[in-house]
């Protein structure tokens, strides 16, 4: 059993959302490289965030318990982490996902508790066992980590419709299938179902390398794995011409997603790269 020591919070600013998450998304760094707090205390904040603490509803009790029981198992698991595809990604996307819910419960449509325990527990485990790299074929490692949850984590209590749910959104951050699910939500109102959430999930994934205050080295961090894995794409996807080529393939659909201002901050850094 890993200890860890340290302390973590989320950053909501009503007034500065983006602000907000760039602070929090630097202490997560600080703590990363000083006095890492561990990812089962990332979510446990994610959840409580999201009044998922409060609930005192038996079925979200169990998700969130499976969700802490994967981040208990990704921080407990001996083997060495890729050099991106770790707990400090999946601690992003975890903030980066609440925080855009967060948002979206500022508009008139209410929030619905299983869409958002079936995400963080999903956004917890889209990357349980990933050994590096790309997929050398579709879903390669979402599969992987689809099967990883149910035979490395205890499921007692889960229904089998919530780890179905659960591993439809992990099987959904295949990046192949990105854009059509942003064109499955092209023109329609937010709902908490699960086109929107899958986009959600997708933004979450991605939205931290798409700043310009944290992409450059994330795309340093993710070509050194790719070139530890004999992946020839490390070699060029950290060069200019690699960040203008992720960049041009980004999508931000969610309202949440907008108010960020996420697809001018892209096109000021595509403008700058040109």
């Excluded at 707090?37 to 998700?63: E, F, K, N, W, Y």
Aim: glycine letters at 6%.
């Amino acid at each position: 059993m890993v200890n860890y020591r340290g302390s973590f919070h989320i950053v909501i600013d009503t007034d500065d959302w983006f602000g907000g998450l760039i602070t929090t998304l630097a202490s997560l760094r600080h703590s990363w490289e000083h006095n890492w707090v561990g990812l089962p205390a990332v979510l446990s904040v994610c959840q409580r965030t999201m009044g998922l603490l409060d609930l005192h509803h038996a079925r979200a009790d169990v998700i969130n318990d499976f969700a802490s029981k994967i981040a208990t198992q990704i921080e407990n698991d001996p083997t060495p982490q890729p050099r991106y595809h770790n707990s400090l990604h999946m601690a992003d996307v975890l903030v980066t996902l609440t925080l855009l819910m967060r948002m979206q419960l500022s508009h008139p449509k209410q929030s619905d508790w299983y869409w958002i325990a079936c995400l963080l527990a999903s956004a917890t485990g889209h990357d349980l066992d990933h050994p590096g790299g790309f997929n050398r074929f579709d879903s390669e490692f979402e599969t992987r980590s689809c099967r990883a949850m149910v035979e490395k984590i205890d499921a007692s209590g889960m229904l089998d419709d919530d780890i179905e749910c659960i591993q439809k959104l992990i099987l959904s951050t295949e990046v192949r299938l990105v854009a059509e699910h942003h064109q499955l939500v092209a023109g329609k109102n937010f709902e908490w179902d699960l086109p929107w959430c899958t986009v959600l999930l997708n933004e979450a994934d991605i939205l931290a390398s798409a700043t310009a205050e944290f992409g450059p080295s994330l795309g340093y961090a993710l070509a050194q794995e790719l070139k530890e894995a004999g992946n020839p794409a490390g070699n060029t996807i950290a060069s200019a011409n690699g960040r203008r080529q992720f960049l041009s393939s980004l999508r931000f659909s969610s309202p949440s997603a907008q108010q960020l201002g996420m697809p001018q901050r892209v096109q000021q850094q595509l403008d700058l790269l040109r």
